[in-house]
């Protein structure tokens, strides 16, 4: 800071060239370095890209677009041009399909397994055991017994909401043996799904309801199925009299005999 420290060092008898105007601008080119403007903006340069404003635009308008197609096509939304016309084809199929579009996109039917067996049990308890005009005729042991045997066959598709495990169906081949659906989805769509899959699997499809059943009955009728005959109730555990319906594909219309 001092230029008097690199004079002293100096010997003493030469003196006189201390003063010398010659000798002081000796010792002043060493210390220019020390305060030149340029040794201190060395280090800036690159601190500044860090700082430069063109960092903080780049990721801006990358950010704009944050709407993700996937998240349109999961809620059913036909808002996004890309994703729309794709996403409402599940729509027109049903008005069921209009009110929970979740079910269509998000929750396809799956194959059951093990575990699942507690939630289609109480499924299946929801209306066995809390319909008041259906006698009781199976304990609940002999429930868990079937649906662990049915499962094993891979007979059973689960369907899902939001709150996991919300319908299935029992079906081997073209012959539905049971189809239920929890209360809280009722009239979402969902039997719809199951019974679509099933659809798409087999050309024709066959089922007996009760015929006290009449909410199952119109239900079926609007899915395509048809009465094509009548039991007294000796296929059925309760013993109450049920319904034949059958489903089949317009290129199978021709077929006759369906297998009971």
Same mark, same amino acid.
């Given at each position: 800071m001092r230029q008097a420290a690199p004079l002293a060092s100096r010997p003493g008898p030469p003196s006189a060239p201390s003063p010398d105007p010659q000798a002081d601008p000796a010792p002043n080119p060493p210390s220019a370095p020390r305060p030149d403007p340029q040794a201190d903006l060395a280090p800036n340069p690159p601190s500044a890209p860090?700082?430069?404003?063109?960092?903080?635009?780049?990721? *801006?308008? *990358? *950010?704009?677009?944050?709407?993700?197609?996937?998240?349109?096509?999961?809620?059913?939304q036909s808002s996004a041009p890309p994703p729309g016309p794709r996403a409402d084809p599940p729509s027109p199929l049903s008005p069921a399909a209009r009110i929970s579009p979740q079910i269509q996109t998000s929750h396809p039917p799956k194959p059951a397994h093990i575990g699942h067996a507690p939630h289609l049990l109480a499924i299946l308890w929801a209306f066995t055991r809390h319909t008041p005009?259906?006698?009781?005729?199976?304990s609940r042991l002999t429930d868990l017994r079937m649906m662990l045997q049915v499962i094993r066959r891979g007979w059973v598709h689960v369907a899902f909401d939001e709150q996991g495990p919300a319908g299935f169906i029992a079906r081997d081949g073209q012959c539905i043996h049971a189809l239920y659906i929890h209360p809280r989805a009722r009239g979402t769509g969902l039997g719809r799904t199951l019974l679509d899959q099933a659809k798409c699997d087999q050309p024709r499809l066959i089922l007996w309801v009760l015929a006290a059943n009449r909410p199952a009955r119109g239900f079926y009728a609007r899915q395509g199925f048809v009465e094509a005959g009548q039991g007294r109730g000796q296929g059925n555990d309760?013993?109450?009299?049920?319904?034949?319906?059958?489903?089949h594909t317009r290129a199978d219309t021709g077929r006759q005999g369906d297998p009971a």
């Open positions: 860090r700082l430069c404003p063109q960092a903080d635009p780049t990721p *801006s308008p *990358s *950010s704009a677009p944050a709407p993700n197609p996937r998240s349109a096509l999961h809620t059913g005009w259906l006698p009781l005729v199976r309760e013993n109450l009299p049920d319904i034949r319906m059958v489903w």
